[in-house]
């Protein structure tokens, strides 16, 4: 029965996610604790791993329960930081690491997420399979890593995201809260890199766009995709469901309305 399998925010831009076994939809259509967090330089521009491979060296967990952000580099350096009130002091941890000057600011409203007028990331259980299936060093988990997506579902073919974009799409619910597919989640460097080092994987692109335009699933509108080197659904939640928990192990069923 297709389910909800995982659900996995991530509290600082582009650094690791966590696990939660539930998670409330703000009324900014994302999910609690998504991207509430992000560094930005002296310019103002955003820091991720799509500037600089070195993010992906910096292992990270995080508790929302106490808001402690714990950080560790290869070299040993480690750290902890309550964001809510250790942004400046964490900001200058991440600086010096990274050599850059940085700030850290927080939107507990929508998060600094990429789409802002959009919502959360969805993608298969089976997807992440046949992903990691492509690439012989590629594990399904680090393809979840890779992908970097907000919702798992379980009990569904691979690519079954893929069929909520395009004219007359239908929506899904998880849980009764009602998700609405927006547009493929065109990708970038980011899923050809490994998530522990940055060392890119060979011929990844090249790669993936062929597969993925071979394995192109029938009940896809192939109009709604601009390119094959995509992998991800982003959808909306309607105003009327914000506000509702999503849990892990909810029943999620296709709905035409």
Known sequence: MAHLERLR?????SLDGI?????????????????????????????????????????TDFDP??????????????????LARESERAAAWFGDVLDLEATLRRDTSLGYVDRREMGPSVVSTATLRAFASWFDDISVESARRRLRANIEIDGVPAFWEDRFVGDDAPAFEIGGVRFEGVKPCGRCVVP??????????PNFRQQFVEKRR????????????EHFFTSMLIARVPESDRGRELSVGDSVSVTEE
């Open 9 to 13: 925010v991530f509290p600082v831009k």
């Open 19 to 59: 696990d939660v076994e539930s998670t409330t939809v703000l009324d900014g259509g994302t999910l609690e604790f998504d991207r509430e967090f992000a560094l930005f330089d002296a310019d103002g521009d955003v820091v991720n791993a799509k500037r600089t491979d070195r993010v992906h060296e910096i292992a």
């Open 65 to 82: 329960t106490t808001g402690t952000l714990t950080v560790e580099t290869p070299a040993g350096e480690a750290d902890s930081f309550v």
């Open 192 to 201: 050809g890199r490994d998530p522990d080092t940055g060392a890119s994987t």
């Open 214 to 225: 071979e394995t192109f699933p029938e009940w896809a509108d192939a109009d709604a995709f």
